[in-house]
């Protein structure tokens, strides 16, 4: 398996903004509303990709949330998240397999 890019350019901060969207995607809002935050590729990148991934957990939430394994189901499928949030710490810039396909035919990053 080959390992994501590193983003070089990413500063600490950077680093940390992006981590702290996935698990907690009310900050990936908060980013894209500051412009010097807004202005960072990988930042950008990060909190977009985090929105659409929280967009897509909520709607499989309630799906799964209906039926009876919805219920054991919904906290394992969080943890994904804090996967993520590790992943954006190291500065990698990696793909989630439906949502980052479709956050970039959109133009969105």
Same mark, same amino acid.
Request: glycine share 10%; hydrophobic share 55%; aromatic share 6%.
């Given at each position: 398996m080959s390992e994501a890019p590193k983003n070089?350019?990413?500063? %600490?901060?950077? *680093? /940390?903004?992006?981590?702290?969207?996935?698990?907690?995607?009310?900050?990936?809002?908060?980013? /894209? /509303?500051?412009?010097?935050? *807004?202005?960072?590729?990988?930042? *950008?990148y990060h909190a977009v990709q985090s929105i659409a991934a929280n967009i897509a957990f909520?709607?499989? %939430?309630?799906?799964?949330?209906?039926?009876?394994?919805?219920?054991?189901?919904?906290p394992f499928l969080w943890l994904v998240f804090f996967y993520w949030a590790y992943k954006a710490y190291q500065g990698e810039l990696f793909e989630i397999p439906v949502i980052t396909n479709f956050i970039k035919g959109q133009g969105w990053v």
């Open positions: 070089a350019d990413a500063t %600490s901060d950077d *680093k /940390l903004w992006a981590a702290l969207g996935y698990p907690i995607g009310l900050i990936a809002i908060i980013m /894209l /509303l500051m412009e010097d935050k *807004k202005a960072r590729p990988f930042i *950008k909520i709607i499989i %939430s309630i799906i799964l949330g209906i039926t009876v394994v919805g219920g054991v189901c919904v």
